[in-house]
């Protein structure tokens, strides 16, 4: 079955950049919205922003233009960056699959990142 | 953006009650709210879809109703495995946004 994998590094300095990796495993990246949530340590959810196959993306606004998502189809991949990050983006982040209207099927254990002064 | 409140944000039962979760929406999102169940360690895992659709391999003692602003996500005969946080989250508006979260505890 389809599984996802997220990948990065653990510790990222305050204002340097944060990027992440979703490796598909099991299924073609092809046809789905796949996207990226945070959860910060006792906070709720937030999503991220999604990418399509076709590179169309969707983001959260209260990200303030900081993030940019990108695929890899040749690897089964898709990535993400944020931009000047401080203390308020150490979470846990989760890539997840979105199936139409239909909700996130399919997530990654997550990857914890904080973020150091 | 849609706000998602849920209530309560604790649950204390135990093996074999029944559970109730309730999520207001702060405006219609018909029937797209979506139910989650997270454990420490694990993936996310979708309960409900689509407001009332059981996900394949989910346990039919999970059910979800509603529509519009008011849904609830109840768990029959409640398991040791249920013991979890649950979130419910609307796909009908961008951004996707959830509720801040119940936790059921023993």
């Known amino acids: 079955q389809v599984q996802l994998q997220e990948s990065g590094p653990g510790l990222v300095r305050s204002s340097e950049t944060l990027s992440l990796t979703c490796t598909v495993s099991?299924?073609?990246?092809?046809?789905?919205?796949w996207n990226w949530v945070r959860q910060p340590p006792g906070r709720p959810l937030e999503w991220l922003g999604f990418i399509y196959k076709t590179g169309s993306t969707n983001y959260n606004p209260s990200l303030k233009g900081r993030v940019t998502m990108s695929l890899d189809m040749s690897k089964n991949q898709f990535s993400l960056t944020m931009r000047s990050v401080t203390g308020v983006d150490t979470a846990l982040y989760y890539c997840t699959r979105e199936v139409g209207d239909d909700g996130f099927d399919i997530w990654g254990r997550g990857t914890m990142v904080t973020v150091s002064s | 953006d849609v706000q998602m409140t849920q209530s309560p944000s604790f649950l204390s039962a135990s093996v074999g009650d029944r559970v109730s979760i309730t999520c207001r929406a702060s405006q219609t999102v018909e029937t797209y709210l979506n139910w989650y169940q997270l454990k420490p360690g694990k993936a996310p895992r979708l309960l409900i879809y689509a407001a009332s659709s059981l996900q394949s391999g989910v346990p039919s003692r999970f059910s979800g109703s509603g529509s519009g602003t008011y849904f609830t996500l109840t768990i029959n005969s409640l398991q040791p495995e249920d013991f979890a946080t649950y979130y419910c989250q609307q796909g009908f508006a961008s951004p996707r946004t959830f509720g801040q979260g119940t936790k059921v505890d023993i």
């Open positions: 099991g299924g073609s990246i092809g046809g789905f919205y």
